[in-house]
């Protein structure tokens, strides 16, 4: 191989030694070339094997993602996102950031933490979608109502306060959340740190209270006799309207949290189906079963 | 010059070793006229030095490097929105710019032609088929930059005999090309974009540390111990796909047969030393020569040329003159 550092041809023979060092056999020009093909092959194999390695989180589900709007199917939004991070950059309360390398072949690919920061829709145009340069988040939604990233459930019911009639006053999580949401009525445009907001509910209702979607998507009701249901006692109920955007879970005052958002499940009457995207159609998500 | 010269230099950036040519009456005559002539590599010793303290063109490409990079972090965390994403796919005022090769991917993965990338990446292709494709290696890739700076530890860890360059044969970088193109059309899932040492670095220039990082640091270990500029020499299709692409590109490094003195410093320099065959006493086929397609554009040869032969230009400007 004639592009390793050969010996200058015009370089002074044989510097002298200054340290004797155990010689390398000298290998012949063909041996060299011989072994560069071999370390080739080998780095080859050692990155082509890192595929199955990498895809073990994706394959195992070792995490649920919830997917900024308009993702497309799991596995077509993992092939379709190129990992440039501009839809983190346009979204006005940061509520998308990138996975990491603990995430195998999804590494660098963009979900909400909804506990943590919902999307809340305050940028009201879906940014996002509209930054995404491949289509991993579709273009095909224009509005927030339909957005499908999955479907509020109450996952605890123990813990919510409605279900005890109990009130909320004060912050939604504590002066050190440093989550962000739209308060319509006190500035339309800014979203305020949730800490810096104070309640004041004789029965807690936060989350139906706060939901951007309204009561298409969850509705404050009687707690029904069967669950235990009695006057004052109330219960959110998720209905079809559900954009799965996490707004509920974040601000829900129980620790962990009454009502999560499954992951791309998607609505089914009251109890909703876990759907696993696998290599579906285009478009296809915003679609309901009923 | 012509069609056939630019096939052999493809053929040299796709892993052929150059070879060497019969030269041209002139260029015959001047290495003729050389022989026995030549400075010897003692008497040039004071112009080497004084080259080899020369960093005109590194510092101003760091400059460059670092700037670039800066104004996507500059576009998000202080929101002047000048140059908004990373490295595989931005927007420069709200134009769409995408990586050729990682955009290839993506739409082979998931087999399907989305329209903003493909005008990102035509916009790419025309920038750096002019600028001179891997232009975008050394002045603006960040993965190159922190190679460097590995590359300086392996050669001062290798001057003490504490480790060797193992070189791997280039033509294994076609390899990885196809390797990885292959996976994300059987697979949907694009590797290469897991693996991307520049992505990784991009997106924490932008969004911050990962863990991700930790790759970055292993592949810089083992250029460091192993094999010197593996990453760039050998694997990175980005790099491949841009060299071909800006293979007629009129900025370029060029060769003064006349002027060289054939010591070597510029080979020992080069990132991608099969480009500086030509400097090789006897190997020119012309008088004066374009540096090949997988040149970087670093300057670094620019910068320790002790005579002057290794130069930048902007070719069709002097015929414009």
Redesign the interface.
Known sequence: ?????QP?????AAEPAK?T?PTRPRLSRQQE?R???L???L??AV??A??PL??IP?VRRLRDRLRPPGA?DE??F?????????C???CPVQAIV?A???E?????VPYVDARSQACDFSCDALSCIL?C????LSHELKMKEEVRMGVARLARPEACLARRGEPLRGTARGPDFPGLLRYEDVDRWTPMPVATHGYDRAVCDLCVLECPIGESALRLVPLPPEDGGAPGLFTPEVHRGCTGCGVCQMICPAEPAAIVVDARAVFAGGRHRKHRGG?GE?GEHGEESS | MGMPRLLDQLAIVLGRAPEKRAPSPEAAAMHAAKRGKGMKKHELQAEIDEAAANHTWRNRRWAALIGINLLFTLSYWVDIQILEGSLTASRLLGFHLADVYSSFLVMLAQRHVAVNLVIGAVTVTLVWAFVGGRSFCAWVCPYHLVAEWAEMLHLALAKRGWVRDHPLHRGVRVAFWIGFAALALLTGHTLFLALNPIGVLSRAVVYGASLALLWVALLLAFEVVYARRAWCRYVCPIGLTYGVLGAKAPIRVTYDLESCAHEGECRKVCEVPHVLDLTIKGRAEETKLDVGPDCTRCGLCVDVCPTGALRYELKGVKRLL
């Open positions: 191989m004639s592009d390793a550092q200058e041809p015009e370089a002074p340290r060092r070339q072994r560069t093909i370390r080739g092959a780095a080859a990155l082509f890192l595929q990498a895809a994706i497309l596995e077509r993992l092939a379709a996102c190129i990992k440039c991070g501009q983190v950059q346009v990138l990491d390398a603990d195998g072949l999804g590494v660098g930054a340069p491949t289509g991993a290599r285009r």
